[in-house]
């Protein structure tokens, strides 16, 4: 549906179509990463590899640029960073929060879990 304001024949600046992705789209790619954020890496591959293309259309970048120095020059932090950053946000507004207290939601919970599948709180460790 936005591909044709992303695409690279789009008459807008390439700064306004990072900031329509940031405002736009990784909000609806990272809904409630905080809980999800522990899904195995397959899934968090393919939110990387849609985020991989879409800056590639907005940039109009060929296939041979690396990933790593795409996200640097957009400064945009690839998904999996963002999502921690996310959640470390998350986790110090409910430890300030006083409605937190009331439900416990700023402990955590025993580390001797036997379960492979992590909890909201692993990860901003």
Request: charged share 20%; with cysteine; hydrophobic share 40%.
């Amino acid at each position: 549906m936005l591909f044709p304001i992303l695409h690279k024949k789009s008459a807008i600046h390439k700064k306004f179509l990072i900031l329509i992705y940031r405002q736009i789209l990784r909000p609806l790619l990272t809904h409630a990463c905080p809980i999800w954020g522990n899904c195995s890496s397959a899934h968090i591959r393919k939110i990387q590899i849609f985020q991989n293309k879409i800056l590639r259309i907005i940039t109009n970048t060929p296939w041979f640029i690396r990933k790593v120095n795409l996200h640097k020059d957009l400064q945009i932090l690839e998904i999996q960073d963002h999502i921690r950053a996310f959640a470390k946000n998350v986790h110090s507004s409910l430890q300030k929060s006083t409605g937190s207290l009331d439900y416990n939601l700023h402990i955590r919970s025993p580390p001797n879990r036997r379960l492979k599948c992590g909890c909201p709180h692993d990860l901003i460790s």
